[in-house]
């Protein structure tokens, strides 16, 4: 049986080429993560650098002292105004509470469950979630499920490296991007991280 690597260079040779200077796929299913201590922390990683999402990511874990995971339901009886003094804007306050309300109430699935639902039914799920788009489902989809056959095609980085890949002047819009991602099933997700790399280095030199 052939390795996504192998599958994928013989799609196209300058997948090929792609693949041979980057490093390799290395995404590993998070078995022990928790829907909500992952999305959660997702919200407050939207639209900031990775470095001050993490330092107001983890002042908010330090409203919740000696505790592995966030329990969802002292999120929603802690005040509005610590989550803010961590560093949170309302509106993530008020996703992150949400949240919290329908992990409570069984709309976000526990892990057992999520691991008996294909990918669209955990999307529809959790997008019902305020400040849960797609996107950020895709994201937990790939990362901490290590589901093989996720493809983002709403992507900014996807969409570049795809464009760079195979010499395209104008990035692929989702729907276009939708039917030439067909040819990399079941591994769009091997494929998507292959074009996030390609972003991170000339096309000619050096591994990335």
Same mark, same amino acid.
């Given at each position: 049986?052939?390795?996504?690597?192998?599958?994928?260079?013989?799609?196209?040779?300058?997948?090929?080429?792609?693949?041979?200077?980057?490093?390799?796929?290395?995404?590993?299913?998070?078995?022990? $993560?928790?829907?909500? @201590?992952?999305? %959660?922390?997702? &919200?407050?990683?939207?639209?900031? +650098?990775?470095? =001050?999402? /993490?330092?107001?990511?983890?002042?908010?874990?330090?409203?919740?002292?000696?505790?592995?995971?966030?329990?969802?339901?002292?999120?929603?009886?802690?005040?509005?105004?610590?989550?803010?003094?961590?560093?949170?804007?309302?509106?993530?306050? $008020?996703?992150?509470? @949400?949240?919290? %309300?329908?992990? &409570?109430?069984?709309?976000?699935? +526990?892990?057992? =469950?999520? /691991?008996?639902?294909?990918?669209?039914?955990?999307?529809?799920?959790?997008?019902?979630?305020?400040?849960?788009?797609?996107?950020?489902?895709?994201?937990?989809?790939?990362?901490?499920?290590?589901?093989?056959?996720?493809?983002?095609?709403?992507?900014?980085?996807?969409?570049?490296?795809?464009?760079?890949?195979?010499?395209?002047?104008?990035?692929?819009?989702?729907?276009?991007?939708?039917?030439?991602?067909?040819?990399?099933?079941?591994?769009?997700?091997?494929?998507?991280?292959?074009?996030?790399?390609?972003?991170?280095?000339?096309?000619?030199?050096?591994?990335?």
């Amino acid at each position: 049986m052939l390795t996504p690597e192998e599958y994928l260079s013989a799609v196209d040779p300058r997948m090929a080429q792609l693949i041979a200077r980057s490093r390799r796929y290395d995404v590993k299913p998070n078995g022990l $993560a928790r829907p909500f @201590d992952a999305l %959660a922390e997702s &919200i407050a990683y939207q639209q900031l +650098s990775g470095k =001050a999402a /993490a330092t107001i990511w983890k002042r908010v874990r330090a409203l919740f002292p000696g505790r592995k995971y966030i329990d969802p339901r002292l999120v929603l009886k802690i005040p509005d105004r610590k989550l803010r003094a961590a560093g949170l804007s309302g509106s993530k306050v $008020a996703a992150i509470k @949400d949240l919290a %309300a329908k992990t &409570i109430d069984g709309t976000v699935p +526990s892990v057992r =469950a999520l /691991a008996k639902m294909t990918d669209e039914e955990i999307i529809e799920r959790l997008i019902a979630v305020r400040g849960i788009g797609r996107w950020t489902v895709e994201m937990l989809l790939l990362f901490d499920l290590g589901r093989p056959d996720v493809w983002p095609i709403h992507d900014y980085g996807v969409q570049k490296g795809f464009a760079k890949t195979f010499g395209r002047r104008k990035l692929p819009k989702p729907k276009q991007l939708m039917k030439l991602g067909e040819k990399f099933r079941p591994h769009r997700s091997v494929a998507a991280w292959y074009f996030w790399r390609a972003l991170d280095a000339p096309e000619k030199g050096g591994r990335i």
